[in-house]
């Protein structure tokens, strides 16, 4: 079993930055790759940044590239998602996953958080 817990979401204004984190826990021994996808109301959830679970490759969506950060903790049992340069068209629930392996597809990923609200305007 694996918990995956999201906090860090909140109210910015266009061009400010947040930085969003994932704590996962259970009582499990497996490695996973972890995920950020995002949904913004009327939308579908749409994959926003991964990393496997050394840390060592990492993807993004191609509308956050170069503004977002995914990371892991040294323990890689917390991830990171910073975010830069925040538009309001990144206004969205937030929600990070583990999974088997890194990628941009929902399936891959078995645990999900309850999201975290990420609000971006004026």
């Known amino acids: 079993q694996v918990q995956l817990v999201e906090s860090g979401g909140g109210l910015v204004r266009p061009g400010g930055s947040l930085r969003l984190s994932c704590a996962a826990s259970?009582?499990?021994?497996?490695?996973?790759?972890m995920g950020w996808f995002r949904q913004a109301p009327g939308n579908e959830r749409e994959f926003v940044a991964a990393?496997?679970?050394?840390?060592?490759?990492?993807y993004y969506t191609d509308s956050v590239k170069g503004r977002f950060t995914i990371s892991r903790g040294g323990a890689r049992n917390t991830v990171y998602l910073e975010m830069n340069s925040l538009k309001p068209e990144d206004t969205a629930v937030y929600y990070c996953?583990?999974?088997?392996?890194?990628?941009?597809?929902?399936?891959?990923?078995?645990?999900w958080g309850q999201g975290t609200q990420v609000t971006v305007s004026s």
């Open positions: 996953a583990a999974g088997s392996t890194a990628s941009r597809d929902e399936y891959r990923y078995a645990y």
């Open positions: 259970g009582r499990t021994f497996s490695s996973y790759a």
């Open positions: 990393i496997s679970w050394s840390g060592g490759s990492t």
